[in-house]
């Protein structure tokens, strides 16, 4: 709502807002979208967002859609952060664990958070076709908010992508096709066709609203937790989209005024079969080489090479960070640890922060009395090939 212009989160150069675009003209990078924060924080104040809606969208003024009419919702954000602690009694220190459960969002993901914001925003700037390469829960959820917008969706995922989503997504009347490949080929697919095609592309981070969304959880804990972050989140993460806005969501906080300048330790959860970020993070470098061979059950980190590679990087290193593999056996046999546990049917990808907290347990990282908060970013329930 109080959008004054996007900028290159690489290289700086202005953008206009209120114009359909991708990435930056000049580097190709992503575009992050900046607020007059000033005006925002008139009406936008922690005891004004009592009494409002129990969605994302109760932090409006700080986020892009202008016209309220152009929103397109299922009532997705404002998930319950449930404390885990009969998990955390199986730790061996005492910390303060939480759980976000993402999977209570609609489409049973956070990937709705980003599509809400970027749907309403398509929608808000005439667009009528949208395509996306996914690992499965963004095309289910774009498809979702494609359809309740009125607009035609192409998805492009790879063929052993978990059955729910293929089919969620042509029940809700989307274009599927299936690659033989991986995200990174169904991009190119996408990159390839859509300007012959008229389609938008809505990407993670090739398009600049899906990430205004997913900032949100970043306001949710502050809110949550009486405006006093945690000291650790840890995020499985595929292209960062998430880490990224909840870093971007505390610097707003900030400069509205709401919390201080301490963060919570940004840690970056992956599968060592497809850990792209952790290598880089360990080997000190600024962006993230493509990661071979690819292949974790956990479909939503399989992202090989992440376009906003940089941004993950340079926020997990500013917050005292880091970056944790843990194997797919020990993900998968952690879903049931918290399942029975917690009686949440998590999403392996949410699942794998508990082994990576283990292992931060016992280098020391994470020590008793921190308070710590993992995300489970899907349900389990769409990915029941992951169980057999
Ligand atoms: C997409 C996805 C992720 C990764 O999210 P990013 O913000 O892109 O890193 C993790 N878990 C699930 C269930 C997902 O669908």
């Given at each position: ?51 409002r809606e129990s969605s994302l969208w109760r932090y409006r003024e700080v986020l892009p859609v202008r016209d309220w009419n152009n929103v397109v919702s299922f009532g997705e954000g404002w ?310």
């Open positions: 709502m109080n959008v004054t212009h996007l900028e290159c989160a690489l290289c700086g150069l202005r953008h206009e807002a209120g114009v359909l675009q991708n990435l930056c003209v000049e580097c190709g990078k992503p575009l992050l979208v900046r607020y007059d924060l000033k005006a925002a924080g008139q009406t936008l104040y922690p005891d004004s967002l009592k009494g998930t319950p952060l449930l404390n885990a602690s009969r998990t955390a009694e199986s730790l061996e220190v005492a910390v303060d664990l939480y759980i976000k459960d993402e999977g209570q969002n609609p489409t049973q993901s956070f990937k709705a958070r980003g599509m809400t914001a970027a749907i309403s925003m398509a929608k808000e700037l005439g667009v009528r076709k949208v395509a996306v390469p996914s690992a499965g829960n963004a095309a289910g959820a774009m498809a979702a908010y494609a359809a309740r917008a009125g607009m035609e969706a192409h998805i492009f995922m790879p063929a052993d992508t978990p059955r729910a989503n293929v089919i969620e997504c042509e029940q809700t009347g989307a274009h599927v096709t299936l690659i033989d490949g991986l995200i990174t080929d169904c991009g190119k697919i996408v990159g390839d066709r859509k300007k012959d095609e008229g389609w938008f592309e809505v990407s993670t981070l090739k398009e600049p609203y899906r990430v205004e969304g997913k900032k949100t959880m970043g306001y949710e804990l502050a809110e949550q937790f009486n405006w006093e972050l945690p000291d650790v989140i840890l995020y499985p993460t595929g292209g960062g989209t998430g880490l990224i806005g909840m870093w971007k969501a505390f610097d707003e906080m900030e400069q509205l005024g709401w919390i201080g300048p301490k963060r919570p330790k940004m840690v970056s959860v992956q599968s060592a079969t497809c850990a792209p970020i952790v290598r880089a993070f360990h080997a000190g470098e600024r962006f993230a080489n493509e990661f071979e061979n690819a292949a974790t059950v956990a479909s939503g980190l399989r992202v090989p090479k992440a376009i906003g590679d940089f941004l993950i990087l340079d926020a997990i290193r500013a917050s005292g960070g880091t970056a944790v593999a843990v194997t797919d056996e020990e993900l998968v046999a952690a879903v049931k640890e918290v399942g029975a546990a917690e009686g949440i049917f998590t999403a392996p990808e949410g699942a794998a922060c508990l082994p990576a907290l283990r292992k931060l347990i016992a280098d020391g990282f994470v020590t008793g009395g921190e308070r710590v908060v993992i995300f489970n970013t899907g349900a389990g329930v769409k990915y029941l090939e992951a169980f057999q």
